[in-house]
């Protein structure tokens, strides 16, 4: 069993990660804490990774268990293969689109996966404090877990 609860302590009241990624369209930025205090989950993927593009696939039912986090798909293949990605799978009209660095690995480390594998998912509470970060597939068990931390980080309860 993964110690996701040990991560979540860990993380629990840390430092916010200073990070932003460019949405696809082109109308801004995504970021921990820019969310007007709500939880974001960001899923970070390739469009080589099976596994990434299957949760993608289910990104309705993730979010319906933490449904006051707002999502955010970060490609890690370029811009073009996360376009072309994109435009196959459907997502849940609710998940922000992203575009993640040319070189993620360092940003990956940072997050808390310094193997850089993926599906690789970052959650932070409303005030971009991380709360949790999980490598591997992404489970509605998880994300349960998640928002019953996440939410108390962001509202300073233990």
Known sequence: MTCLLCMAAALQGAAAVPFRVA???GSGWAAPGAF???????L?????CAPCLKELAQSASLQAAFPQAVFVAVGLSGRDATRRVLGKIRLDADVKRAI???????LLATLGDPTGG???TAIFSG??????HRLGSLTTEVLAQAASRCTAGSAGQP
């Open 118 to 120: 993926l599906p690789f």
């Open 36 to 42: 007007a205090g709500h939880p974001a989950v960001f």
């Open 100 to 106: 993640g660095p040319e070189n993620p690995g360092g």
């Open 127 to 132: 005030n971009g404090s991380p709360c949790l």
């Open 44 to 48: 970070f993927w390739d469009s080589e």
């Open 23 to 25: 949405l696809e369209d």
